[in-house]
């Protein structure tokens, strides 16, 4: 069974860091693309960034320049680097994984989620 397990979320003030990490366990055989979405109250559940197993990535508008994401694909795991926080940045972020899994085959998993708060 395939899982995936986030941490580092919690309470910063407005300028400050947080670093968020998203590992997967389980039988996997490979994972192609990790990535990092969030949700605010009363809002859809957006992009933050994602990044492929080459290490090739992608933004959003809002967090360009001031978000990194990275992956240690030798731990199955995946980092967002947050600087620079907002008050906007405030919400649940979820970790999610295109993968293959060998008695499963090829499907996307999500993390349980983990909250992040930005005071003025």
């Known amino acids: 069974q395939v899982q995936l397990v986030e941490s580092g979320g919690g309470l910063v003030q407005a300028g400050g860091s947080l670093r968020l990490s998203c590992a997967a366990s389980?039988?996997?055989?490979?994972?192609?693309?990790m990535g990092w979405y969030r949700q605010a109250p009363g809002k859809q559940r957006e992009l933050v960034a994602t990044?492929?197993?080459?290490?090739?990535?992608n933004y959003a508008d809002s967090v360009k320049g001031r978000f990194t994401i990275s992956r240690d694909n030798a731990k199955n795991t995946v980092y967002l680097q947050m600087n620079s926080l907002e008050p906007e940045d405030t919400a649940v972020y979820y970790c999610?994984?295109?993968?293959?899994?060998?008695?499963?085959?090829?499907?996307?998993?999500w993390g349980q989620g983990t909250q992040v708060t930005v005071s003025s």
């Open positions: 999610n994984a295109e993968l293959f899994a060998p008695y499963s085959g090829y499907a996307n998993y």
């Open positions: 990044i492929t197993s080459g290490s090739s990535t």
């Open positions: 389980g039988t996997i055989a490979s994972i192609n693309v």
